[in-house]
DNA sequence: TTAAACTTTCAATAATTATTGAAAGTTTAA
DNA sequence: TTAAACTTTCAATAATTATTGAAAGTTTAA
């Protein structure tokens, strides 16, 4: 495969990834293209590159820099703003991550806790099932919580050594 | 809290997590619904609780039987189907991963592996960087799906327990 | 100060995704 | 067989989400 070619399909796979998760493909997009180039990169670059507005490439390269997978960086000289991206793929995988708990994820264990105790009359089928079940998902959630703080901390060698302890 | 208060709540929050993972808004709050309902319900319930169509009923319900997340239960001297939500979490959990494992991240693996090798001058620096790329992504993408196979096969006791020996 | 070179905002619009509801299809009981 | 009781499909439409691009805002050099 020739470069042009699997750096659209790098470009067009991360997009596809990133929307099936819920995150916007455009910003998925100009996620990839930071990741493979070897120097940061301009708005003009990635407007060119992804043929977007300057005003769809602010936004999400903002949005990248709010995820933390990307910074600014300035060159001597030169006015404009160049963006990197982090390149060590396990500190990606780490930011979003923590990310994605800190604005989806926490807000659902906060909802939760709440949830367990209601009034009601507990011999109603109905009200029993409910506490039943709001109680298993946040048994359930206070364990993943804890998990991912786990993976989040660690470092990739020490996690995945012991992720591989299971395997033996 | 009243208990129509919380299962309103319950609804509500279940679907906006739904969205905010890219799974459809309707298909989560029916899982919802169906998560916490005692009994099994028809498609006139669900249309009920959450004042939906009939088509939307039926599409949401059966994109939930192929995650394998419902299953269809049929009451004797009754033509209607009914349907019930797989109950267990843990279960839950595991049968989501897997589907999403499995539609999304298995192409992604797949592509991964070919734009390992792409033809080109590895000295030219965008191809050098392409290149490490792609293989860093396809290692940790390897590492993560084995850990996720372990995570679908395990049983939550053994999992958390280990999980919870890197806590110690 | 000023004006050139940039970045940011945001209302209008386009693109995508979800929903409706009527028509077509299927199953069952008699 | 038939017709009643259901389920499924799908074109039209609505709702949501993303994008544009011009105007406003900001920063910097001189």
Chains 1, 2 share one sequence.
Not at 82 to 88: H, I, N, P, T, V
Not at 111 to 131: A, C
């Amino acid at each position: 495969m020739e470069f042009n070619e699997a750096k659209a399909q790098f470009i067009q796979t991360w997009g596809k990834l990133g929307s099936e998760w819920g995150i916007n493909r455009t910003m998925a997009q100009v996620h990839a293209i930071l990741l493979i180039s070897p120097k940061p990169l301009c708005t003009e670059d990635i407007m060119e590159e992804l043929n977007i507005s300057r005003g769809n490439t602010n936004m999400n390269v903002r949005d990248l820099i709010n995820w933390d997978l990307v910074s600014k960086k300035l060159v001597p000289g030169d006015r404009k703003e160049y963006f990197e991206a982090e390149k060590d793929i396990w500190e990606v995988a780490r930011r979003i991550i923590k990310e994605r708990k800190k604005r989806e994820v926490e807000p659902v264990i906060k909802v939760l806790s709440q949830l367990k105790q209601i009034d009601g009359d507990s011999e109603i089928s109905e009200i029993k099932e409910f506490t039943s079940m709001m109680e298993q998902l946040d048994r359930f959630v206070g364990k993943m919580d804890k998990s991912v703080n786990l993976l989040i901390n660690e470092n990739e060698n020490k996690l995945f050594s012991l992720l591989f302890k299971l395997l033996k």
